[in-house]
């Protein structure tokens, strides 16, 4: 077993065999080279004039910055720590690197931490480029890489047994391969830096000398290699949870090491595989082998890998000698919230010949640990975490008084309660100083992440002042700034009314704006690693649906293109990417963003560089949730994106605007029947909006008093106007076509639906309707009027009958009607029975109305037809009769028959033959013919309904959203159109982008080469 270095064979963690020594002098027998042996008090060959340099215990946290300069008198240089560059190199705004940085950029700053002698920041410049080269090695440079990838990412066949034979074919062609064998090698020895550098980190020392030169050469063999600058030098690091979003600390990490120690013995000399699952575990499993070493294990092996994965792929020869010397496998991982991504990699050692008794899983967890049986679990809990101890109120106080000028003297600091939101995720405290005849200091330490992940939140603060508050030190983590102005309450996501009526729209544009130039990058990262959380990934994913079983091929080839065309930032720069109204303060005018580093690179937020991105934050939430007497706030919401365009002079389609909206509402968030109802309504506001912007342009919205025109025209709206293959009711372009021409044509379109009252005035707004009935009927709306109820009474009794039920589920939108739903066992939500539905109905002396989905249940006096003639008699024509109806259901063939036209499409039931004509296409493809029944020609056929041209973009997702509107036998056009628009928006984009592309590399590799 060993690791090739030249041709010379360089054993990992103490096995047998002879090998060349190529250890430095004052290594320790026992241990591999710099793994571990250099505690306090020892002393190691190092300075580059080959003195004896004494190590001295540094803190983990002896890494002061502080901004801005002229608050804080800069710490004399005799103050900083062993290896630590002093505080003045880091004063003043220096425009900040991008996180995911490449390979290439991240070997220029490992050069520059090394320089400094900054052993953590090293760490984890190595790790990042450790991470980004394996993920590439592994992800796809072969043709059997990208099949697995696909085939998991389209749920099919390419996990289990299968995804790991392909994983170990994939590594072996790589180890073969004459372009990828260089880049396995110098991968490898890029392993070994970071092994050592964890060891330098859990006992910190100076960089020994020796280190220092094998990581330059390392930098300068990737640059000065055209191989390896193209193979890897472009691959893109992920920052990691553990560091970045959750408050681990190496500490952390040594104290897994001692509970594995207590909870199973094992000799010193059993070798240890560590597999690290990555992301963080590129950086937690070295960490961890080097705690394991330092506690006497003489033979720890390092891997990583990510879950599904293979283990040690294409390393055959050391896998069969840890199995045949019996050894132990530890999986260690980020915190977890079910365990089933270290679940996975255990189960996947087990494939490989592990037993399943020798393979444990150490995580530190927030709440209680992951049961994996048959495997030990060495949990931390979150009250042992290290920054429990560093946010202690006195170890506060006592960071307070060192950091800030005059606090010192201060006779009296307090330390208020900390919290965090939970798994782990950083902890924030508020701090008040009392100086002595002076006010009081109101400040906040937040935790931030470590080193030079931490740093960053310093350094956008510096770069955007008065738009974020005012930092004043970060050391060990830890983060001190201003509070927030006094007497003004911090908005939290649970709140987005109030936050929609006290953010302005100028102001979040004008931060957005301000955060897009002074944090501009050269080029837009989000999709690379693929699979890795991007938004453009989340967006191919939310049309999977239209292509049913096919979506895993379809999918790739349709729907992911115009995604990626969508989502590319045109002028990208580092997003805040969490935006939403509940994380603004302000007073007098001053509006300020409470959190403004973590969103574009935590745990669970997708990756973007596009302002869009930030401004569908900000104009999604407020809409969705808030009372639906106050949905008018939408308008302001919406405002954010003409002020954004008009301080940057940057347009932002409308299919670019859709898509940022779509994949903002559908990502994340709770699961409970309000959320999911919240979730709805606002993707199909999106929806609703693109389409009206891409046909309704142009024509005058339609005033209540404004007459009946040509004719009053009332439409169903599911599965007529709207239908829901994508998990949530949407349009598409005939049926807008459709309403369109009704429009243009002077006729007075009207809606009739069983849906809630917030979802027709959401319709009728977007729409530029006179109005609708809602609930069947059983209220009206009427744009900037009270609702008008129609029905008896409301549906308070069957809501209190069925809250008694634990599975059954109560839309909260509507109260007139009652909407239930059965959840369940796996997740879906279906319609009652009819056994129940009849006995919630007989209890209640409701009329119940069977969906597949729901069961409505309708009071007396409710109906569409009694609700459109309340309608058209508050809109001044009463006794009038609609022209044309469209209705597509059984509760349609009162108002069918009513019209003096009704219509219905091919989907609708049979009964509804007698009182309809019937179209010869379903869905909103029928809605169609029938008004070009009424009008004589085709919607859009004439030059009076013809709608605006839309953009390259639009008519892309256009051809998205026409895949379902004429039903199956309509599917192989409406492909075939997709087909062409996503090649030729891809071409275009290419052309376009390519020359854009290249810059943005040249000058982000010329910065981090260096």
């Not at 598409?732 to 809606?751: E, I, Q, Y």
């Not at 469209?886 to 007698?914: I, N, T």
Request: include cysteine.
């Amino acid at each position: 077993m060993g690791r090739q270095l030249s041709g010379t064979a360089v054993r990992r963690g103490g096995g047998r065999g002879p090998v060349f020594d190529l250890r430095p002098v004052g290594h320790r027998p026992g241990h591999r080279a710099w793994s571990g042996g250099y505690g306090a008090g020892s002393a190691l060959r190092g300075g580059r004039d080959g003195r004896t340099v004494g190590v001295v215990p540094v803190r983990q946290s002896a890494l002061p910055l502080r901004f801005p300069e002229r608050a804080m008198s800069p710490r004399p240089a005799s103050a900083a720590g062993p290896g630590e560059p002093p505080p003045q190199a880091r004063a003043g705004p220096v425009r900040p690197a991008d996180p995911r940085a490449t390979v290439a950029e991240l070997a220029g700053e490992l050069g520059t931490t090394a320089r400094a002698g900054d052993p953590l920041d090293a760490f984890l410049a190595a790790a990042g480029m450790l991470q980004a080269a394996e993920d590439r090695l592994a992800g796809g440079r072969t043709v059997p890489g990208r099949l697995v990838r696909h085939l998991r990412e389209g749920g099919g066949s390419g996990g289990g047994p299968v995804g790991a034979a392909f994983d170990r074919t994939a590594a072996a062609l790589a180890a073969r391969a004459p372009a990828l064998r260089p880049a396995a090698l110098w991968t490898r020895l890029v392993a070994d830096a970071v092994d050592d550098l964890a060891a330098l980190v859990l006992r910190p020392a100076p960089l020994p000398s020796a280190l220092y030169r094998r990581l330059d050469r390392l930098a300068a063999r990737l640059t000065g290699t055209p191989v390896l600058r193209r193979v890897l030098g472009s691959a893109v690091r992920r920052p990691p949870s553990c560091f970045c979003g959750f408050d681990q600390y190496p500490d952390d990490l040594a104290e897994l090491a001692r509970r594995f120690d207590a909870a199973r013995p094992l000799p010193a000399d059993l070798p240890l595989l560590v597999v690290g699952v990555r992301t963080s575990g590129s950086y937690l499993g070295p960490l961890l082998a080097a705690a394991l070493r330092q506690a006497g294990h003489r033979a720890v092996t390092a891997a990583t890998v990510r879950p599904g994965q293979a283990v040690l792929a294409g390393r055959e020869r050391e896998l069969a000698w840890l199995l045949a010397a019996g050894g132990q496998a530890l999986v260690v991982d980020e915190p977890p919230v079910t365990g089933g991504s270290p679940a996975r990699v255990a189960t996947g050692l087990c494939a490989r010949g592990f037993p399943a008794g020798a393979v444990s899983v150490l995580v530190a967890v927030a709440r209680e640990a992951p049961a994996l049986p048959p495997h030990l679990v060495v949990a931390l809990p979150e009250p042992d975490w290290r920054v429990r101890r560093l946010t202690a109120p006195d170890a506060l106080e006592a960071l307070v008084r060192r950091s800030v000028p005059g606090a010192a003297d201060w006779p009296r600091v307090e330390v208020g309660p900390v919290r965090s939101p939970g798994r782990g995720l950083h902890r924030s405290a508020p701090v008040t100083g009392h100086p002595a005849g002076g006010p009081p200091v109101p400040l906040r330490v937040e935790t931030v992440g470590l080193g030079a992940l931490g740093r960053r939140a310093a350094d956008y603060a510096a770069l955007l002042p008065g738009l974020v508050p005012e930092v004043l030190a970060i050391e060990g983590g830890l983060m001190i700034r201003r509070e927030l102005p006094t007497g003004v309450p911090a908005l939290t996501e649970a709140d987005p009314a109030e936050a929609a009526e006290t953010v302005p729209a100028e102001a979040a544009a004008r931060y957005v704006a301000a955060r897009q130039r002074v944090l501009a990058v050269g080029v837009d990262r989000s999709g690379r690693p693929a699979g890795r959380g991007a938004v453009r990934e989340e967006a191919g994913r939310l049309f999977a649906p239209l292509f049913g079983r096919a979506a895993t091929v379809l999918r790739p080839l349709l729907a992911d293109p115009v995604a990626r065309r969508l989502t590319r930032a045109a002028r990208p720069y580092l997003v805040d990417g969490r935006t939403s109204a509940g994380r603004w303060t302000g007073r007098d005018g001053r509006w300020v963003k409470t959190d403004w580093a973590e969103g574009a690179f935590g745990p669970l937020d997708l990756a973007s560089y596009d302002a869009a991105w930030d401004l569908a934050g900000l104009a999604g939430s407020p809409a969705a949730l808030e009372p639906p007497e106050r949905a008018d706030r939408a308008d302001r919401a919406a405002e954010v994106r003409p002020a954004y365009e008009r301080l940057t002079g940057e347009r932002i389609g409308a299919a670019r605007w859709c898509l940022a909206r779509l994949v903002r509402a559908g990502h994340g968030g709770a699961d409970g029947p309000a959320e999911r109802n919240a979730r709805r309504r606002e993707l199909s506001q999106a929806v609703q909006e693109f389409l009206a912007e891409e046909y309704l342009a142009g024509l005058p919205a339609a005033g209540p008093r404004d007459g009946p025109g040509a004719g009053w025209c009332v439409l169903e709206v599911d599965g007529v106007l709207e239908t829901d293959p994508l998990g949530f009711p949407a349009g598409s372009p005939l049926g807008m076509l459709a309403l369109r021409a009704l429009r243009a044509h002077g006729f007075r379109p009207l809606l009739a639906t069983g849906r809630s009252l917030p979802e027709l005035r959401d319709r009728c707004r977007a729409y530029g309707l006179a109005g609708g009935a809602a609930e069947y009927g059983a209220v009206a709306h009427l744009p900037g009027r009270e609702p008008l109820p129609v029905a008896d009474r409301d549906g308070a009794e069957v809501r209190a009958l069925v809250g008694q039920s634990a599975d059954l589920a109560v839309d909260p939108l509507a109260r007139w009607t009652t909407r239930v739903s059965r959840r369940q066992p796996d997740g879906r939500y279906t319609g009652l029975d009819g056994r129940t539905a009849g006995r919630i109905a007989a209890a209640t002396g409701t009329m119940p109305i069977a969906g597949e989905q729901q069961s409505d249940f309708l009071p007396p006096g409710a109906g569409k037809v009694a609700g459109v003639r309340a309608l058209l008699a508050e809109l001044g024509d009463p006794g009038a009769v609609p022209v044309f109806a469209v209705g597509g259901g059984p509760a349609d063939l009162e108002l069918l028959q009513w019209a003096r036209h009704g219509a219905a499409p091919a989907q609708a039931p049979a009964e509804l033959r007698a009182v309809a004509r019937f179209s010869a296409s379903p869905y909103q493809a029928g809605l169609a013919q029938a008004v070009a029944g009424l009008l004589g020609h085709r919607p859009g056929g004439c030059a009076r309904c013809r709608p605006p041209r839309p953009s390259p973009a639009g008519r892309a997702l256009l051809a998205l959203l026409a895949v379902p509107e004429a039903g199956r036998a309509g599917r192989p056009a409406r492909l075939a159109e997709l087909a062409y628009r996503a090649a030729w928006l891809a071409s275009a984009g290419e052309q376009r982008g390519a020359g854009e592309r290249e810059a943005g590399e040249r000058g982000a590799g010329e910065r981090g080469g260096g």
